[in-house]
Structures are given as structure tokens and as C-alpha cells.
């Protein structure tokens, strides 16, 4: 269904050795949460592109497309053993309509683990982790 996940990011990294392509959450209108895997190695540039339901069509109406000014690693990350791959991206923001929005995130008094609940994963990747992980 078009834009039913209107936090959803494309993003588009450039590195000096090439690019690469990955995907992010919107969490405020200025920030962006993607995987530290994204972004390790020497980014030179990343460009957001949201409110795509296709993200080649330049001309789709709902499209913003934002260049991201800087990134914050975990502290923590290990890339050896994928531990920590948490990163933020931060950029001048996005407008704000009913195709980009910002995900829902429980606040920090929640203490549920949320084990056994169903939920949607989104992505990019969605079909090689078809592979991997059993989805219901």
C-alpha cells in the first residue's frame, strides 16, 4: 500500500570507494535512525530520500529528497561482531504529511519486551530476510 510507512527512508551513501544503498526510520524531523553498518567505512555523503513509493521516480509528487549533514555511530559499535549497529543521521528535516511522518516508538516508561506480539518489519531488505527469518 503507498505510503502506509510514511517513517520509512531510503537512503542513498556515498562512499569514496563507491556507493551503497540502505533504509532508515524517521524518529523527529531532523533525525534518522539507520544501522552503523550504513555508514562505517568513510562516508563521504548521504542523501534521504521520503514519502517514495517509488524511490526512481525523481518526479513522484510526495518525494522529499534531503541531503544529511552529519552521522553519530553507538559508542559501542563492533563491526566484528555486528554489536551496536545503531547510527543517527542528522539533516536540515523534512516536512511533515501523509507521506512522511515520524515512526511511533514506545516512550521510555515502557518496560514490555513485546515478546509475542506481532508486528511489521519494513525495509529494504525485506526479501532476502524472507530467507532467513520465518515471517507470520
Known sequence: ??????YQVALLLNFADGGSLC??????????LTAAHCVDGGLESVLAIAGAHDRTNVDEPTQQRVWQEG??????????RIANDVALLYGPGFYFDSAVDTISLP??????????????????????????????
Do not use: N
Not at 533504509?23 to 534518522?32: D, K, L, N, V
Not at 552521522?71 to 566484528?80: I, K, Q
Open 107 to 136: 516512550s521510555s516508561a515502557v518496560t514490555d519486551l513485546f515478546v509475542g506480539v506481532r508486528t511489521t518489519v519494513t525495509g529494504l531488505w525485506m526479501d532476502l530476510l524472507r530467507f532467513y527469518v520465518q515471517i507470520s
Open 23 to 32: 533504509g532508515g526510520s524517521i524518529i523527529s524531523t531532523f533525525t534518522i
Open 1 to 6: 500500500v503507498p505510503h502506509s510507512h510514511p
Open 71 to 80: 552521522y553519530m555511530m553507538h559508542e559501542a559499535w563492533d563491526s566484528a
